[in-house]
Each structure stands twice: as C-alpha cells, then as structure tokens.
Nanobody, 123 residues
Framework: QVQLVESRGGLVQPGGSLKLSCAAS????????MGWFRQAPGKEREFVVA????????YYADSVKGRFTISRDNAKNTVYLQMNSLKPEDTAIYYC????????????????WGPGTQVAVSS
C-alpha cells in the first residue's frame, strides 16, 4: 500500500511559479513510477508529467513542456513538481499518482492517487 499526500497549492499570478510536493508512505516508494495529473473545472483529468522509479526518464504533456519540471527524492519518499511561467489555463486540481509501471501512470491507470490540491492562476 502507498498513501500519497500533496502539498498545499495556492493562488499564483500569471507568469509566477509554484512548487508542489507529494509525500508517499511505504517503504517501496523507490520502486514506483510517479506522476502528476490535473483536472480543471468542467474538464476531464489530464496527464501532466511522469517520472520513472529511478528518476532517469521523464515524460511531459506538450502543454507544460519547458515550464514544468518533475523530480523525486527517494530518500525522502517525495516527488516534486516545479511549475514556472504559470498561465490561467494551468488552473486545476493537481493529483499525484503512483504505480510500479510508468506507462500505467501516463495512461491514468495508477494504483494509487493523492486527494489533490488546488492551484489557481489569476491576477
């Protein structure tokens, strides 16, 4: 079992930055691929970014390439999402996800999900 808890999001002005974290319980965190999804009001949940268990490979949605960066610290059982150059269309609830297989993370079929955290980008 893996339990995921995202850090608190917040309100950010367009062009600003915000860093989210997702803390995982369980001793097998380092064997899980991790990812972030988001769901905007009235829209379906969409893939944002994923990282393999080792951190050796990352995968980004086109909409966030060059602006968002995922990283992980297996010693701290934590994955991070650095979001720069934020836009109003980045406003959403952001969810952390974990699964042993990175392709399942990307597909949205992860075994484990966090409860989500709200990010709002507005002036």
């Amino acid at each position: 079992q893996v339990q995921l808890v995202e850090s608190r999001g917040g309100l950010v002005q367009p062009g600003g930055s915000l860093k989210l974290s997702c803390a995982a319980s369980g001793r097998t965190f380092s064997s899980y691929a991790m990812g972030w999804f988001r769901q905007a009001p009235g829209k379906e949940r969409e893939f944002v970014v994923a990282i393999t268990w080792s951190g050796g490979r990352t995968y980004y949605a086109d909409s966030v390439k060059g602006r968002f960066t995922i990283s992980r610290d297996n010693a701290k059982n934590t994955v991070y999402l650095q979001m720069n150059s934020l836009k109003p269309e980045d406003t959403a609830i952001y969810y952390c996800a974990a699964d042993p297989i990175v392709l399942r993370v990307i597909a949205g079929d992860s075994d484990y999900w966090g409860p989500g955290t709200q990010v709002a980008v507005s002036s």
